[in-house]
Nanobody, 128 residues
Framework: QVQLVQSGGGLVQPGGSMTLSCAAF????????IAWFRQAPGKAREGITC???????????TPFYEDSVKGRFTISKDHSRMYLQMNSLKPEDTGIYYC??????????????????WGQGTQVTISS
């Protein structure tokens, strides 16, 4: 059974850091593009970062980051886990975070509909 199981999340003060983890069961992430999505309160789920199976994106050798997280968040993976390292957190980073994976021919995408495997979601709250 293919499954992604998330861990991490919770409450952190503005300016703090947090790492989210997502473990893959039933498959390895070696050949998968990965992504993290965020759903802020009252808003649609949005892709904030993605990386191809080789660690790049559809446009280059480095992962894609949405402008609001660029320079603060880092996506990574190993054979069985994917990670989202979040630094300099802001209140507007509050939301439910989801990991996702899909075997793509090349590149990655922030389009949710492309991904077939999803984590269960985890709440991240940035507040003092």
């Amino acid at each position: 059974q293919v499954q992604l199981v998330q861990s991490g999340g919770g409450l952190v003060q503005p300016g703090g850091s947090m790492t989210l983890s997502c473990a893959a069961f039933g498959f390895t992430l070696d050949d998968y593009a990965i992504a993290w999505f965020r759903q802020a309160p009252g808003k649609a789920r949005e892709g904030i970062t993605c990386a191809s199976s080789s660690g790049g994106s559809s446009t280059g050798d480095t992962p894609f980051y949405e402008d609001s997280v660029k320079g603060r968040f880092t996506i990574s993976k190993d054979h069985s886990r994917m990670y989202l390292q979040m630094n300099s957190l802001k209140p507007e980073d509050t939301g439910i975070y989801y990991c996702a994976a899909e075997m793509l021919f090349s590149g990655c995408t922030s389009a949710a509909g492309i991904y077939g495997s999803w984590g269960q979601g985890t709440q991240v709250t940035i507040s003092s």
